[in-house]
């Protein structure tokens, strides 16, 4: 009986161990993903930001920071400016699906974009995302 108990024992142990290891190393495998939006004014003390001085800016540091590509969307940012008043200006937002380890070169696209235009601030939102790449090779039907 007490053989019996001892290979139940070892054979749940074993069991155990396995299904860990097996759930563990998914995660180690996977890539935890981020989506990043980068909310950027178009407005500064020095007037519009001009849709040439926005292309250079993306070209000089958003490329080269993310060179696997990014979205960029037209928008128009409103917010309280006041006790009464409203503001609104047009605005672009990035759209930056990335490792979560990217946190660092998306502040430095947003604090380059609020130095090179003189922006009071550039609001960054983050969440975390399933990221599936659907590719020409997938078959036609999966």
């Known amino acids: 009986m007490i053989s019996f108990l001892k290979n139940t024992i070892w054979i749940f142990s074993t069991c155990c161990l396995l299904l860990c290891g097996v759930l563990f190393s998914g995660c180690a495998a996977g890539t935890a993903w981020r989506e990043y939006k980068v909310y950027c004014g178009m407005s500064s003390k020095n007037g519009e930001v001009s849709e040439e001085a926005w292309k250079r800016f993306c070209d000089k540091h958003v490329s080269a920071a993310f060179p696997d590509g990014y979205t960029v969307l037209d928008a128009t940012g409103y917010w309280r400016s006041g ?17 979560a380890d990217a946190r660092e070169k998306v502040l430095s696209v947003a604090r380059q974009y609020r130095k090179e235009f003189d922006q009071e601030a550039v609001l960054i939102s983050s969440s975390e995302t399933e990221t599936v790449f659907v590719s020409a090779q997938d078959a036609v039907g999966k």
């Open 83 to 99: 006790p009464d008043a409203a503001a609104k200006e047009r605005s672009k937002v990035i759209l930056i699906v990335a490792p």
